[in-house]
């Protein structure tokens, strides 16, 4: 059993843990995920490792409730136990060569986004960190950032905290500006990674981004994560996570991404009960 140590709220939809998982925390390098089950019955899921402490043996994860699981794992508190908890999968992010570099995280990609900053900024790179929210309330992270950055941009789509546009409205004009990076990283949802991709594309930048949205299983088993990259198949959870921007497929995966949308809906709304709001 893995117990919860730390737990908080970054917003109203996103909270963050740390758990006791020495043999975990051991190993673990940014890029990677875990996978974990709340109870002996519980579905199981991948999360990326948002952080790690290999002298306190503990791991963060951070989580947003927009399904039937990561709203149970939401009613455990401090003290309570996960049933699993295994890790670290996927392969560890690569930074070789890397001295100037943007790190562009949108939606809950900025929790995946901030521990890629931080090791190169902790390598000595100079990083661009532009990350992205709806308003200036999902902002998460703020402190984390300013830590783990050179140079900080935060967009939202209203412009609420005073910056409004996306996250490729802030690297356009770092692109135009003439920064020269290294590579791109980008973290988040699928149309926005294509969306960076084919802004760097006519610069040659070299660009990494994050599959994980599309991992189910985590093992490579259930063959959801499937993707073409450069006219071959890879698996997303063994494959990578990280893979070559500008030869994914984000075609194929955005209309394989909506396949199961109902199902999705469907299962969150015969978890939740509508009386209490608690889940079943």
């Known amino acids: 059993m893995y117990r919860i140590v730390e737990k908080d709220?970054?917003?109203?939809?996103?909270?963050?843990?740390?758990?006791?998982?020495?043999?975990?925390?051991?190993?673990?390098?940014?890029?990677?995920?875990i996978i974990l089950r709340v109870d002996e019955e519980g579905e199981r899921i991948p999360l990326t490792i948002a952080g790690y402490d290999r002298e306190k043996g503990t791991i963060t994860i951070i989580y947003q409730k927009v399904g039937?699981?990561?709203?149970?794992?939401?009613?455990?508190?401090?003290g309570e136990c996960l049933h699993d908890f295994v890790g670290p999968l996927g392969k560890a992010s690569e930074f070789d060569g890397m001295h100037r570099v943007a790190v562009v995280g949108g939606g809950l990609g900025v929790a995946i986004a901030y521990p890629q900053a931080k090791a190169l900024h902790d390598m000595g790179a100079e990083v661009d960190l532009i990350v992205g929210f709806r308003n200036e309330s999902l902002i998460i992270l703020r402190d984390e950032f300013d830590d783990a950055c050179t140079n900080l941009?935060?967009?939202?789509?209203?412009g609420s905290n005073g910056h409004k546009g996306f996250v490729t409205q802030a690297l356009d004009e770092q692109l135009k500006a003439g920064v020269k990076y290294d590579a791109v990283i980008a973290i988040g949802p699928l149309m926005m990674m294509k969306a960076v991709c084919d802004m760097t594309r006519p610069y040659g930048i070299k660009t990494i981004v994050s599959m994980n949205p599309i991992m189910?299983?985590?093992?490579?088993?259930?063959?959801?994560?499937?993707?073409?990259?450069?006219?071959?198949?890879?698996?997303?959870?063994?494959?990578?996570?990280?893979?070559?921007?500008?030869?994914v497929d984000?075609?194929?995966?955005?209309?394989?991404?909506?396949?199961?949308?109902?199902?999705?809906?469907?299962?969150?709304?015969?978890?939740?009960?509508?009386?209490?709001?608690?889940?079943?």
């Open 250 to 280: 984000f075609d194929s995966a955005l209309m394989r991404g909506r396949m199961f949308a109902a199902e999705e809906k469907e299962a969150t709304e015969k978890h939740i009960c509508r009386l209490t709001g608690g889940v079943r």
């Open 153 to 158: 941009f935060i967009m939202t789509d209203d």
């Open 216 to 247: 189910i299983d985590g093992t490579g088993m259930c063959g959801g994560c499937r993707i073409t990259v450069d006219g071959e198949t890879k698996f997303a959870c063994v494959d990578g996570p990280d893979f070559d921007g500008h030869k």
């Open 68 to 78: 039937a699981t990561t709203r149970l794992l939401d009613t455990l508190n401090v």
């Open 9 to 33: 709220a970054l917003n109203e939809q996103v909270s963050r843990m740390v758990v006791d998982a020495p043999y975990v925390a051991r190993h673990a390098q940014p890029g990677q995920f």
